[in-house]
């Protein structure tokens, strides 16, 4: 590596302002949907107004007739090539996982599932053309929870599966070989605190709507997508249709965010590949915010029963969980796997000495889950972190200072966990210190006494959360332990250009992340170009052959340990280029502040651009010297990378309405070595902003009969700048040893924290009324709820005076 | 999402907008600023023949004096009523109400009158019409006709106007000697009220002499709380008297549930929020 | 059909539109101006804000038929014709107000539509003058520190210098510790 001290200015750390804002801060962006071509034709899906129902009729023929209409076509049409979606996660060997047709054929098993399309010359027509389907459903009885859906005689999700159990995946410290057993831990304890909580249902709600655009024209079938996935999507097009994968090309455009909920290949890119095939011209399908809401994937939604056994001086002995998670009607891809991230997270930053982790996956008449921001990680974190401030408010104990008690110190790294996982780096106590320095802690906990004291009507509550994810998804041994379908490498590659400009393709694929930003600073450095020079390209499968995509927070912690060995290796075959140049011995050069230079005489120097051009002309190479300096590289983490943090929110509670106002947020977060320090707090600010709305505002629901009642942005409320705090953040910074750039990995660090630490500040306000829980999202009238029925139920003492 | 087909029609006078009106027959839609019909059409809950504007009617946007009252044209925006001096000197109700409506495009669309036929009861403009006992000014083929606050709204989304006739404007009583003010509770900021109160409060010294109470989102129409109104009626201007008519405010109200809130907790929360209105807009002091 | 005329970004257009089109639909499709996009079908994300007649509106929310004789500006006629961005564009990118950046063109003439009727807000103004814009990316901060030093360039004062950045021109973000700082506002 560089260390500059006279050469070009370092980039790794400097906040550098983003390269992808000139397009789209003036409107010159590629977005899916912007793009038309010469006789595309225009989709409109229709969907199943029911949640459970047996297709009895099904006729297109009336919309064939509609004005404008080239084609349509029911899933029974399609039923021999549509194919079936996959699911690249079945957790267990004996995970159910159902047919999953894109277009349903005889049943249709949520609201939203398509059932028929329509292409039209133009989108109203095809609209319009919907109307004339014919259609008619036998109903089919309906079940939503978890819990009705495993008990006896339950309607079956599936008929043909016999059960709504999808699988049951365990893990006990004892079988592990790393800890104890909990039973004994909770016989012996002299505290046990159980809880249950509800991860409610959310709606990942990226801003750009999903969009897919098929030409079939050319000689390979080219597909551009608003995916976070398009060389995945590539693979299982390829799988799924019997299309060889050569054929196939995929694009992610401009992509206006993820979140998870664009980890996903959809019925919607089957279907629209299926018209473009039968058509044999360009289609494109942008779906309705409705669409999105209704039928794309949800995240969460699991019951997590939580048993934490303790002695009375605060060490905890035992972790028990036991989890149902709802699949939904389907398994999308990663929908089984995203609960089991989270098992290896319930121990958190803790030296717990016994763990037992059970989950069972659930079908329901509701649409999939699967991935969203942390995928199974702010679950994890939530339960334990809600659970400990509960342990602590039970031994009346500082929630600090319990969480103390039971932390990895700084100087035990690296740390074998009760649940496998050796976490490599991290400084909690720093971390946690200037996180109480910046909030004023001390002070805050003076004004609650205070206010508790004078029974104000606005009582002020703390919350804590100190937490550690696994980021840079994912040594591919450990996914292949886990029965996931792929690998979790990442691969980079590196043109350098005769004239010295560098082309930097990546296997990530980002869609808000800045990846052209932070990727030019890291080759700039690496090869000592100017951060102008570097072009980023990514997203499409013909100029970027090779990748695994964005999401778990893997971009930077594998992708970019690919990109500094992609550099190294064109460093490296342009040393004897360079001592060609300088008529010196190779190994008489270090490559430093940019330039190769002769050890003793740095005045004569050649860099990249100079090696470049020689290989362009190829005029005067040592002999045996490939004319070259491309090279490329895949790296495979041998390990995660675990960022951590420490994140405080002061919340006032109105006690007689149940409104909670956050009065302060602060969060300092250790994400190792930063690339640009304003990126990584700007996915800060967004990951603590989601996490904030999953705890007071966001949740997908649905009525009785399998109906979303949360379908639009009327009433699924995704916060809006009033509804959020200016929030403090701050870094230490712990490099990670693994990586070659000392980073981790913050995209999801945000979300993950800061769920629990609202909860805990609004319980934590309302302790003195007896209220041990407030179930999320915390709207007003739960926390109203949670105290009258504390009241109710309260012993003597309880009531404010 | 694209609304199903209609015809339009683009009156520039009232006269004309009514003739169009009974040309298009029961199945027409009219169109003020759009900002809720335009959402139903799109998601084709709405599906006119036709949509008459009246975006082209000059006559119908402006406030006007009109001695005790200010009249307001229907088609004038929401942001004209929060920028007009007159709205914001005599009805300063009418101005903080609008403040809460939505949003900053929304309102730069969205017109008063449109906002009071659409009739819904979880919009903030019905009870503030109702609190200030506006008059109704309709136009229909028989004429010109003006209809109370009161008797306006009818039922969910459904008024007092026959499919023939257009509100032309809203006369709004000045109240000299009123306080008012406008509570709104809400989940987030773009959210429709879980429950709003607004209250016109008269004071005599240590007395309230009279209020006037609506409530937003406590039934099928606003509704007045005639209980509270009747318990400050002549009651010392304190907390203690103000708690107690408060307490009356979900009296002849049925409030809905849905994802946001409880039938129950909206009640509850109508109680609260009285209290706070009326503090607010008679200047009685609270505790915490 | 109707026919309407619209000067859009300057430029003038005649068109026979059907009345059910949508504004942001004519912009983008017969228009092609793609630079405003649609992200919802409620009125609510704002991410099709325009200004029409000087003012922010909700262009997914207008007919084509009811936009007739205005004049409409959206994102991709800001900037000046040497490329020159207008402030707020200046400041979205100086102070990474944008990540995915699907809600930037709204967000941004919208923040340009509050500038034109508070010149100064405070930063509660500002939040409460983008409650019609959502973003799923930022948690709003950096948007409305950028409208907050958009204002300020436009009131023509000179920025509060901040902590060095690797050149004058995109300064931003200190590279240790915002947090004093931010203790302190």
Redesign the interface.
Known sequence: MTTAEAGPTPQVGAARSRKEDARLITGRTMWTENITLPGMLHLAILRSPMAHARITHLDVGPALEAPGVIAAFSGRDVADVQGSMPCAWPVTEDTVVPDYPPLAVDEVRHTGEPVAVVAARDRASAMDALEAIEVDYEPLPVVLGMEEALAENAPLVHGDQGTNKCYTWTFDSVQAGTGGDVAAAEADAEVVVKRRYTQQRLIPAFMEPRSVVVDPTGDQITMWSATQIPHILRLMLAMVTGIPEHKVRVVAPDVGGGFGGKLQVTPEEFIAFVAAQRTGRPVKYTESRSDTMMSGHHGRDQIQDVTLSARRDGTVTGLSIRLLANMGAYLGIVTPGVPILGAFMYNAIYKFPAYRFECTGVFTNTTKTDAYRGAGRPEATFAIERAMDELAAELDMDPIELRRRNWIKHEEFPFTTVATLTYDSGNYEAATDRAMELFGYDALRREQAERRRSGDRVQLGIGVSTYTEMCGLAPSRVLGSLRYGAGGWENASVRVLPTGKVEVITGTSPHGQSHETAWSQIAADQLGVAFEDVEVLHGDTRTSPKGLDTYGSRSLAVGGAALVHACERVVEKARPIAAHLLECDPADLEFTDGAFRVRGTPEAAKTIADCSLAVFTSHDLPEGVEPSLDSDATYDPANFSFPHGTHLCATEVDTETGRVRIRSYVAVDDVGRVVNPTIVEGQLHGGIAQGIAQALYEEASYDNDGNLLTGSFVDYLVPGAPDLPHMVTDRTETPAPDHPLGAKGVGEAGTIASTPAVVNAIVDALRPYGVTDVPMPCMPERVWRAIRDAREGAPEGSERS | MIPAQFEYARPSSVQEAVRALAEAGEDAKVLAGGQSLIPMLRMRLAVPSTVIDLGGVSDMRGVRDDGDALAIGAMTTYADVIRDPMVREHAPLVVQATETVADRQVRHMGTFGGALAHADPAGDMPSVALALDMMFDIEGPGGRRAVPAGEFFVDYFTSALSPDEILVSVRVPKLPGWGTHYEKFNRVAQAWAIVGVAAAVRRSGDTIEKARIALTNMGPTPVRARGVEEALAGAPATAEALASAAARADEGTAPTGDVSASSEYRSYLATVLTRRAVAAAAGIPQDG | M?RISLKVDGVRYDDDV???T?LV?HL?EHLG???????????????C?VL?GG????S????A??A?GQEIE???G??GKDGS?HPV?QA???S?A????????GM?M?AV??LAENPEPT??E???????????????????RAVQDAAAVMRAEVPAPR?A??EPM???????????E??A?
């Open positions: 109707s059907d009345p059910r949508l639909h983008r101006k793609v630079g405003t996009v649609v992200g919802c079908d409620t009125t609510n994300c704002g991410a804000t029409m003012k922010s509106v909700k997914c929310t207008v007919l038929a009811q007739d959206t994102v991709e800001l900037a961005l564009q979205f990118h100086d990474h944008l990540q995915c950046g699907y809600c930037t063109p941004i919208a539509d509050l930063d509660d500002v939040r409460e003058g983008l409650e019609g814009n959502l973003c799923r990316c930022t948690g709003y901060q950096n948007i409305v902590d950045g690797t995109e300064g931003t973000r200190g590279t240790t510790s915002p947090a004093a931010e203790v506002r």
